[in-house]
C-alpha cells in the first residue's frame, strides 16, 4: 500500500510535469508564430510613418533569408528606439483630439478620482470627481 501510493504520487508528478511542458512549448510557438510577427508588422507600419529610412537600415542589418520576426534582437532594439517616438506621437493624438487635458497630470486637475463607497442599503457605488465637472456618483 505504501509503495503504491508512492508510485502514484510519482506518477502525477511526472504526468504535471509532462503537462506543463507541453504547455509552455504551446506558449513559445504561439508567441513565435503569431505575436512577434504581428508585433514586428505594426512596429514597421510606426517605424515607417514617424522615422522613415530607420526600418531600412536595420533591415539592411538582416541576412539572407531573415526577417525582422526571425531576429528579436533587431526588433527589440528597434522597439526601444521606436517606443518613446510611438509615445509621444500618440500623446500628441490625443491632445489634438481631446484637447490639452487629455495628457493632463494629477496634479494638473486633469484626471478623475475614483472612490468605492459601500452604502447602507449594501449597494456599492463609484463616486467619480473631476475638478472641471463637480461630483457624479454611479449606483450598482
Sequence with gaps: ??????????????????A??????????ITAAFIVPKAAEQL????????PGLWEEYEAKLEDNQTMA????????????MQPIITAEYERQAEEKFGPKAGAKKEDGGVIDVEVEDNR????????????HGKMEVLY
Design 44 to 51: 514597421e507600419n510606426d517605424t515607417k510613418r514617424l522615422r
Design 70 to 81: 526571425n531576429r528579436p534582437d533587431l526588433l527589440q532594439e528597434l522597439g526601444n528606439i
Design 20 to 29: 506543463a511542458a507541453f504547455g509552455l512549448t504551446a506558449l513559445a510557438y
Design 121 to 132: 442599503d449594501g449597494r456599492y457605488s463609484e463616486v467619480l470627481r473631476n475638478n472641471d
Design 1 to 18: 500500500p505504501a509503495v503504491t501510493s508512492a508510485l502514484s504520487t510519482l506518477r502525477t508528478f511526472f504526468i504535471v510535469l509532462t
